[in-house]
């Protein structure tokens, strides 16, 4: 089965395609490697895939797994991605190429247009003019926004967002939605939860609160504390996605919505304890109110994913956050 990856040089996008080419899929990655956080990581990430060298726009084989291959381009770019549908003839696209960030949003609005509503319009152009059998691609709880009904379901009616970034990430929803109405394309959307573990994102909390601790200074922890997350383990994610690769929605309309987190909401400080274990130096803590597009509690109801693919997630936050040190420490 021949599969496109786009956001492969991604945290979530590196995971899945190093599971996909073990398991013998061929897999074609697409990743613009922007510069919202670090350039470096990105490219290692590619390396670890065998990509050691990029030109921009030109297909680059990998030097360590034959079904591997990657293209460094920006899916906002409307004739590349169309000539990349093509040329590869797609049977499954993955999108979790975006740009991701609550907080990123309020300083860069037209980064978030640009890749997550111009850039999936794109991809389900491709997936409509060459017909694919099944498009998976990456929403985010934050379309939840301030929901007080807990633990959140796929069900709930959602139309207020507190980001843009979460507005993004609902529009794509019923972006997809719409193109399984009109073309028929089986679309499978999953709400991920505070996604962390090995190579992760920077900018993502675990992994900054790991740099300044390591450096010895503080940490914010916003709403004094009262934040509420539920972390997800990188290799949760990637089985899932996996399962659902070849069960395509069906019926009248072939769109289908997921949760995926962990089904348990932590505490920010619990969490910021469990990381002082594994990293054996207490926090210098500064306690902060709200701030803008945050919300204060994330809780996902995973109940049709179970019915689905049997889901049951394995790593606990405990785990998840010792092997993320231990890959920080080596890493770093």
């Not at 290692?44 to 591997?68: Q, T, V």
């Not at 794509?172 to 939605?177: I, K, S, V, W």
């Not at 594994?278 to 902060?288: E, R, W």
């Amino acid at each position: 089965m021949k599969i496109l990856v786009t956001g492969a040089a991604g945290f979530i996008g590196f995971h899945l395609c190093k599971r996909l080419l073990e398991d013998g899929y061929t897999v074609a990655g697409v990743d613009n490697l922007n510069s919202y956080y670090s350039f470096k990581l990105k490219k290692d990430r590619l390396a670890e895939l065998g990509i050691e060298k990029l030109k921009e726009n030109a297909w680059i084989k990998s030097n360590s797994k034959d079904n591997f291959k990657f293209l460094k381009a920006d899916i906002s770019k409307k004739k590349i991605i169309e000539q990349v549908f093509e040329e590869q003839k797609f049977e499954v696209v993955i999108n979790l190429a975006a740009q991701a960030g609550v907080r990123h949003s309020l300083d860069n609005p037209h980064a978030y247009t640009s890749s997550n509503i111009e850039g999936f319009l794109n991809i389900l152009e491709g997936c409509r003019n060459y017909p694919v059998k099944h498009l998976i691609y990456a929403s985010s709880s934050s379309v939840y926004g301030d929901n007080k009904e807990v633990p959140f379901k796929t069900s709930q009616h959602l139309d207020k967002p507190v980001s843009l970034y979460a507005a993004t990430k609902k529009a794509n929803e019923l972006m997809a939605y719409t193109y399984s109405h009109l073309y028929d394309i089986p679309t499978t959307g999953l709400r991920f939860f505070t996604v962390y573990g090995p190579w992760g994102r920077p900018d993502m909390a675990y992994f900054k609160f790991t740099n300044l601790i390591k450096q010895g200074k503080q940490i914010d922890i916003y709403n004094n504390g009262e934040m509420y997350r539920d972390f997800t383990y990188i290799d949760d994610i990637v089985e899932s996605i996996k399962k659902l690769i070849p069960i395509a929605p069906e019926g009248e309309v072939p769109s289908e919505l997921f949760n995926i987190g962990y089904g348990s909401p932590v505490k920010l400080l619990e969490f910021v304890e469990i990381l002082e274990k594994h990293l054996g130096v207490v926090a210098k803590k500064n306690f902060m109110p709200m701030q803008p597009g945050d919300v204060p509690r994330t809780w996902a109801d995973t109940a049709d994913l179970k019915k689905k693919i049997n889901y049951k997630p394995r790593v606990s936050l405990d785990e998840g956050i010792k092997e993320f040190v231990a890959w920080y420490k080596n890493y770093i």
